[in-house]
């Protein structure tokens, strides 16, 4: 008998223009001791299958058929108050951000032994006590005195293990996992992986852990179950799903995500997820509106970055001595080569972003020099004057939900920067332009006339390329251009870039945490961490034989898709 | 590549189906009697001239002999006035219409004022940010403190003082309108610039920048299109209070002359009255003040509550 069972799971959620149907018809189980994977893009309905589980959808949300059992007796029907004694009792929950799943108000002590004599008949010295071996556990260190603390005292992956205790607390039978690792960097990520894993099989509790990742699949997960569309279509043992999927979704899944070992020309193209895009001509930059203008050239650097530092004041004072600043950017220097695409990599707070915005002139340097085109940025004083070199220089922006104007049409969007610089001779020109663009990237000229709000996550970022695009830069700084994306549509986005890349031998700093995109995109890369560049490398001598400690580290972490070797994570000091 | 025009457009209905807020509005029966109620009393203030039984200006029309007459239906009343008359024998009826017009115009003059102010000072302090914003915020938190009636009668006290005696009745409107604004900016500043600090962090602004666009054009093309939506509804709230605030110094005395009466003048004038026995000249504009009022914030809690779903 199965630990957690449904069968036959439908969710809908009624609105007023019809009734969405999240999951169709799904059946799963979990054992004691498995960990089951359900993976699926954004919107596929691996969430909802989860919060059907505990009886904690949405409104309007509802389960509208099927059955659910818990180790042979029916939960599906039971009241709000025993659906509440089953919840935390015997079916665990970890979501994704840790933040909001702690009480910011209350010590992890407190929430621990709430929680702890909530479930579990136990007095205070006893409750206290398991709840600080509990914390032992999931290894934190010093529990005695951290368990003291607030949530808001802990980092970002000791925070996710206080979530994993917190989850453990009263012994449940089963956990839901719900991404409970996205919002990690990849070496904590790994870290907090292994630990799941170890303690599932310990205690032989059952896992349904939920992602969109198939890293992270790979490396944890003894079954996998593929949704689509809020159906499920394929579920087996990890390894014949990954090594040898049946069905085209799951297959062209698999072939979208990078690969960290080999560079290929292009992604692979999924036809299966999203048909739009890929049917764009080529643009023949001697005769096309893109290319002119293009005469003057910089020579053999396009970008020397020299010394640069930029720094943040974190805490004001009227005297200057008592000011205190955190150096995001630490006197780092690097160049960029005409057609090149160079990359930063490095984890969350390394710095990256900040080089680019300063670049981009987002950000003062406090200090070094940026040269661009054969001038230095941090000396031109006159914006007339900086708007030449403005015009060279583009950006993409990783969020695609925030970098359009919400209340500009699309026309109005890209042909911004047309009309601010002046690059065409009237109204009729500009949209000819724009439309122009817009095929170019894939969209189709009709999209012109619509607001962001009607495109998805990926056309959205073709139209922020589109308007980059529109100054006719010779420069683009790519900031994590997809990794607000779904793998399938990320394929997509960066075959343009490579494809516009090529066509208008545009130079490119691209910034990305994930290894294989850097692999599959970048000439050249530079490792960031703290603030500092610590080692920058032809890519294929970069994962052939990295020179730097931190370099081999972070390839060490990247989620591979065979099953990795984990004694060299776990020897690994939890330096977090 | 011309755009294709032959997309087929849906009906007028089925788009205004589509629209969320469209849709809320015509599924709150508080939401479309509210706005009927104040599309009512809107459009006859404003067509007064065309509907009105009498002009209450024209001294041709007035008689004193008509004076204190009570409503039709009452003992002694005539026909003619169907609400009654004041002291003057000007008739009620047109008399509220006409000074329903200049309690509209007051409220709608005032708090676009007020907000075009606060918002300019706000989305300014936000983007901005340094020593500008720091006295922006202190100087509208120290307004914050004085209720903005008091700030109004100073306001209007000062301009008063200023003008030359034969000009005031004349430029009356207008200082009031000017009073009550300056009171009222700090509330639109702060909101606005709430909104500023939210939307300048998102990526479309770094887009602005990158492109070139200077800080007036960014602020003027992106940032406040996108925080009208709270300020909008601070502003539907703020015009039943701008009416309310004519409406007190009025009553006061403070605010517009009762030859060319407000809402506020005639409940002041009825007020003397009162004792006396002629109910009439106090309760009817009372009443009028009060279902506009009450009408306009209805329509602005169901603005909030329609582009804020978090508050419901």
Known sequence: ?576 | MAIQQDEKKPGLWARLNDNDIAYSFFHSPIAMAAAFVTALIVLSSFGAPLIAPFDPFDPAQISLWDGKKPPAWEVGGDPAYLLGTDNQGRDMLSTILYGGRISLLVGFASVFLGMFLGVALGVISGYVGGWFETLIMRLADIQLTIPGILTAILINGILRSVLPPELRDEMAIYVVILAIGLSDWPQFARVARGATLVEARKEYIQAARVIGLRPALVMARHIVPNVMRPVLVLATIGLALAIISEATLSFLGQGVPPTTPSLGTLIRVGNEYLFSGLWWITFFPAIALVVLVLAVNLLGDWLRDTLNPKLR
């Open chain 1, 1 to 576: 008998m199965s630990l957690l069972e449904f069968k036959n799971m439908t969710v809908e959620f009624p609105t007023r223009r019809g009734v969405f149907t999240a999951v169709q018809d799904v059946s799963l189980s979990v054992d004691p001791g498995e960990i089951l994977g359900v993976v699926g893009e954004s919107g596929a309905g691996k969430s909802t299958i989860g919060n059907a589980v505990i009886g904690l959808l949405e409104p309007p949300g509802r389960l509208a058929g099927g059955e659910i059992y818990l180790k042979g007796s029916r939960i599906d029907n039971l009241d709000e108050d025993a659906l509440r004694a089953i919840r935390g009792k015997r079916i665990g929950m970890i979501f994704q951000d840790p933040l909001t799943s702690l009480d910011p108000l209350q010590t992890v002590e407190q929430q621990l032994m709430e929680t702890i004599q909530l479930h579990l008949k136990q007095s205070d010295e006893e409750a206290r006590a398991s709840a600080v071996s509990l914390l032992d556990r999931v290894g934190i260190p010093d529990p005695a005195i951290r368990i003291k603390q607030y949530p808001h005292q802990f980092s970002g992956g000791m925070r996710q293990r206080v979530v994993i205790a917190l989850a453990l607390c009263a012994d449940p039978e089963v956990i839901i996992a719900d991404e409970p690792t996205t919002a990690l960097d990849v070496s904590i990520q790994a870290q907090i992986l292994e630990l799941m894993r170890e303690l599932c099989r310990e205690r032989s509790v059952g896992m349904i852990l939920i992602t969109h990742d198939m890293g992270v699949i790979a490396d944890v997960t003894d079954r996998v179950a593929v949704m689509y569309r809020s159906r499920l279509v394929e579920e087996g043992p990890t390894e014949k799903i990954l090594g040898d999927p049946d069905h085209d979704y799951t297959k062209s899944l698999i072939s979208a995500v990078p690969r960290p070992d080999v560079r290929l020309a292009r992604f692979p193209v999924v036809e299966y997820i999203e048909s739009a895009g890929d049917r764009r001509d080529s643009i023949d930059v001697a005769t096309h509106w893109l290319g002119a203008g293009q005469t003057e050239s910089g020579g053999e650097t396009m970008l020397r970055v020299e010394d640069l530092h930029v720094r943040f004041l974190t805490k004001f004072s009227f005297l200057k001595k008592n000011r205190i600043y955190l150096d995001a950017v630490d006197r780092v220097s690097f160049d960029i080569r005409q057609g090149e695409v160079f990359g930063l990599v490095g984890e969350s707070g390394s710095g990256k972003s900040t080089i680019a915005r300063a670049i981009a002139g987002l950000y003062k340097p406090a200090g070094g020099h940026i040269h661009f085109a054969g001038a230095d940025l941090t000396e031109v004083r006159t914006e007339s004057e900086m708007d030449r070199y403005r015009r060279q220089m583009q950006m993409i922006f990783q969020d695609p939900f925030s970098s359009l104007n919400p209340r500009m049409k699309v026309l109005d969007i890209v042909a911004e920067p047309i009309r601010f610089h002046g690059l065409a001779s009237g109204g009729a020109e500009t949209r000819q332009i724009v439309m122009d663009l817009l095929e170019h990237v894939g969209l189709g000229a009709e999209a012109a006339r619509k607001y962001p709000h009607e495109f998805s996550g990926g056309q959205r970022q073709r139209i922020s390329i589109a308007r980059a695009l529109a100054t006719r830069p010779r420069f683009l700084i790519c900031d994590e251009p997809t990794s607000a994306l779904d793998v399938s549509i990320q394929a997509q986005i960066l075959n343009l870039l490579k494809d516009l890349q090529a066509e208008l031998g545009l130079t490119m700093l691209f910034i990305s945490h994930d290894l294989p995109v850097i692999r599959q995109m970048c000439d050249r890369v530079g490792v960031m961490r703290h603030g500092k560049l610590l080692e920058v490398a032809e890519t294929e001598t970069l994962f052939e034989s990295p020179q730097h400690e931190y370099s081999r580290h972070l390839l060490d972490l990247m989620p591979r898709l065979e099953v990795l070797s984990h004694e060299l994570i776990a020897g690994l000091e939890m330096a977090d």
